[in-house]
């Protein structure tokens, strides 16, 4: 492939970062959060079309401006136009929200960003408090899990949903292309299985590689920390699925770049749209399943993470992925001389995924620490809501 293409378009991309950056006006850091849920009846089961639908009015008629709050989608849930999204009235930004993730049953909600994770937890509690109340009203529950169980997922209705069995379909074509060719029942994932990802704003992370590379090798010693069990059950079913995607969990390559993230960008909108012809649009689009997400608005989006059951586990994690950020920042031949390189925590990370490795909790303590210290310098109490301590463990 001749790749004067790519390098034109990177630099169209790079301008494309600092024109949504600016755009967005983000003072950074700021920090939001998506959280996924399942929406269930009074007998933890996953609810159908109506009931989800009934919860979607419900959370409508509380909003004082029912003009600009609902998002509709047509022939794609049962054929029938749908709500889709529903603004809240917890908040004034407009991207506080929720919506489908897989309808009917599967729901995420979108937080704002914050300045201060006190400003971020005010809004995290009022905001779950009221879809709560909203669900009661109906006899039903969130479901703040981040794996439904056996009898739950054979409980899941199979509505005509054409979005999503196009997608199935097109996992189940990458499934029997593969080395599990024939266990298609790994594509029925994305309707059991719930992350909680945290997003982090307000920095110019084009102008600086060694941030993002920074990031990628903190992740080895944080991963398993949040997510015990979960993190492994959910990332297996991605390398099921989506094995050969070079953008996938903790990227292969021996140091993580711009210019090689946007070429792999490149190469799979070439794969999946069979043109050599590829723009800023359609890259942009492209699904990119890396652990730890860069985007053109100026954000990082940490994606690892399954879904919390408590406000309090959620603000833990968004206190440790804010704390990673900010370490990341530094100068790691200074702070921390003994963190592995890029290339040994890759194979730190798929060590842990087989449980075939045991890390130096001393290091972990000096992470753990300079998280704390990072947090406490804001002056925001922002370390409050950090419950891990000395050599992983929890308070």
């Known amino acids: 492939m001749n ?7 990177l630099l169209k991309w790079k301008e494309l970062c600092q024109s949504q950056y600016s755009l967005k ?8 959060l998506e959280l996924e849920f399942f929406l269930l ?3 933890d089961l996953p609810v ?19 003009k600009q709050t609902v998002n509709y989608e047509e022939e794609i849930l049962a054929e029938k136009k749908c709500i889709s999204r529903v603004k809240l009235p917890t908040s004034d930004v407009a991207w506080t929200s929720v919506s489908y993730e897989y309808p009917p049953h599967f729901l995420e909600l979108s937080l704002s960003y914050h300045g201060s994770l006190n400003k971020l937890h005010e809004e995290l509690q009022n905001t779950l408090g009221f879809l709560q109340e909203c669900a009661k009203g109906l006899n039903l529950k969130l479901g703040l899990c981040p794996i439904l169980d056996k009898r739950q997922i054979a409980a899941i209705e199979r509505i005509d949903n054409k979005a999503q069995k196009e997608l199935r379909a097109s996992r189940i074509r990458m499934i029997n292309e593969g080395p599990h060719k024939g266990e298609e029942h790994w594509a029925d994932f994305p309707s059991f299985l719930a992350a909680t990802h945290i ?18 090798r903190l992740e080895p010693h944080l991963m398993l920390e949040a997510n015990g069990m979960t993190f492994k059950e959910r990332w297996n079913h991605y390398q099921k699925v989506f094995y050969n995607f070079p953008l996938l969990g903790f990227p292969h390559v ?6 090689w993230w946007f ?37 990082i989006e940490f994606r690892s993470d399954s879904a919390q059951s408590t406000p309090e586990k959620v603000m833990h994690l968004a206190a440790l992925r804010f704390g990673q950020y900010l370490v990341a920042e530094e100068n790691f031949d200074h702070t921390l001389p003994s963190l592995p390189n890029y290339e040994k925590s890759e194979t730190l990370w798929h060590e842990q995924m087989n449980s075939n490795c045991i890390l130096k909790p001393e290091l972990k303590e000096d992470i753990f620490a300079l998280i704390h210290k990072k947090l406490s310098e804001r002056g925001n109490g922002d370390e409050k809501f950090l419950k891990m301590h000395k050599a992983g463990k929890t308070s």
């Open 3 to 9: 790749f004067k293409g790519p390098e034109d378009l």
């Open 25 to 32: 006006n983000l003072q950074g850091p700021t920090i939001g």
């Open 41 to 43: 009846d009074q007998n």
């Open 48 to 66: 159908g079309l109506s009931k989800s639908q009934e919860y979607f009015s419900q959370l409508r008629k509380y909003h004082a401006d029912l």
């Open 199 to 216: 997003h982090v704003a307000g920095h110019r992370w084009w102008e600086n590689e060694k941030f993002v590379e920074n990031l990628y």
């Open 254 to 259: 021996k140091n993580w770049s711009m210019k």
């Open 263 to 299: 070429e792999q960008l490149f190469n799979l909108s070439y794969q999946t749209q069979k043109s050599s012809i590829a723009t800023i649009h359609n890259l942009n689009k492209l699904r990119d399943l890396q652990v730890i997400r860069p985007r053109a608005i100026g954000t």
